[in-house]
């Protein structure tokens, strides 16, 4: 399937209308399809995927995958891969699955120079799980040589399989070469892999977030860290509330936003919270993000990462491996550790699945009482 096998011209994109009219292909085979026409000339131009050129940009996803992406062909695979990204039920998935094919783009051209994404094989997809998962990818990795956990390879080829489904009903495939009947998912432990924080480390952040001076100094950043630590929120719904989410339901204040996978999210703000949010918004446009850099643009990720290490400098506590993850599991660790019951966590973190939830279960008196310690009082026991 090339432009040269298409039986009418690319019609002219018009930004104006925002309307790309289909085409015909011919593919290799000799069937023809109608291949998808995204409302968009590249995929930086759909919601939540804006590229980020340099770090407190605006940009909400790493420009090179998006500048990946739109190279691909335009006759089939880019308008697939468009059309499929923007079909995506919510901004973080679309995130999500740029980022995991944007990755497998890179691994295709160190390992497989010459298949296009729509030409991959079932053997292709293999090669693919054995190096990621193996630490033998010479590409598609962040740290080459380290393999990737299982859970990581498992979502890429999650991913992968969702999209070549997509492809077979949009782009004429004949199968889903990543078809999980087919290609074995690794087995993912029930035990996450993220450290959490101590209760007194939690309550350190927090209150050090809250101190006069820093709320003089960094008022967002005082919401953000305790957003986070007290939400159990991922750093993408976050970075992403605007001012008019915060609203008023059954007597409580909540922040009402979207979760991974399009379901509505109602969570409730507590006072220790509502002190440090409400003077942070008051008097600004519902269309504003709460946390918004100088020039009115809502943070990214990394903006984030910020407000946590001054929160860590500011209690003392060490800011090595504190993550916007780490909080997240550290909400889930202490909860369960208090006795709250695990569905309960589960509906606050926004978990489809209860085993989820478990992976975080892995608190400081699990830690505690681990049969180590007592291996070691019976080798010291004179």
Not at 58 to 81: K, S
Not at 120 to 143: K, L, M, N, P, Q
Request: hydrophobic residues 40%; aromatic residues 6%; proline residues 7%.
């Amino acid at each position: 399937m090339s432009e040269k096998d298409a039986l009418v011209p690319s019609a002219v994109f018009s930004p104006a209308s925002g309307v790309r009219p289909p085409q015909t292909i011919r593919l290799d085979d000799g069937r023809e399809i109608t291949a998808p026409a995204p409302m968009v000339e590249s995929v930086g131009a759909i919601a939540g995927l804006s590229p980020r050129r340099a770090r407190g940009d605006g940009g909400e996803v790493p420009g090179a995958d998006v500048d990946l992406i739109d190279a691909l062909p335009r006759d089939l695979a880019w308008p697939t891969v468009a059309a499929w990204l923007t079909a995506a039920k919510s901004v973080q998935t679309r995130r999500a699955r740029l980022q995991d094919v944007a990755a497998f783009l890179r691994w295709l051209d160190a390992h497989a120079a010459g298949i296009g994404l729509l030409a991959v094989s079932e053997d292709t997809i293999v090669g693919y799980r054995e190096t990621i998962a193996t630490g033998r990818a010479r590409a598609g990795v962040r740290d080459v040589g380290k393999p990737l956990s299982a859970a990581s390879v498992a979502r890429r080829l999650s991913t992968l399989s969702s999209f070549y489904r997509y492809a077979m009903r949009r782009a004429g495939l004949r199968a889903n070469p990543a078809d999980p009947g087919f290609v074995e998912r690794p087995i993912v432990s029930g035990e996450g892999r993220t450290p959490m924080r101590t209760k007194e480390e939690a309550q350190g952040l927090t209150s050090a977030a809250a101190s006069d001076d820093f709320l003089v100094r960094y008022p967002a950043d005082a919401v953000c860290v305790t957003l986070l630590f007290m939400t159990g929120m991922r750093v993408g719904e976050v970075t992403a509330l605007t001012v008019g989410q915060l609203q008023d339901d059954a007597g409580h204040r909540v922040l009402v936003f979207a979760r991974k996978g399009g379901k509505t999210a109602r969570v409730p703000i507590p006072p220790a919270l509502a002190v440090l949010l409400l003077p942070l918004i008051s008097g600004r446009p519902s269309y504003e993000p709460i946390l918004r850099t100088d020039d009115g643009r809502p943070w990214d990720r990394w903006r984030a990462y910020t407000a946590l290490r001054r929160a860590a400098t500011a209690a003392g506590v060490s800011s090595h491996g504190l993550t916007p993850h780490t909080a997240r599991a550290t909400f889930a660790s202490l909860l369960r550790e208090a006795g709250v019951p695990r569905e309960k966590v589960q509906e606050a973190m926004g978990h489809a699945s209860s085993t989820t939830t478990q992976r975080y279960e892995r608190g400081t008196a699990t830690l505690a009482s681990h049969a180590a310690y007592d291996m070691e009082r019976l080798l010291d026991d004179h």
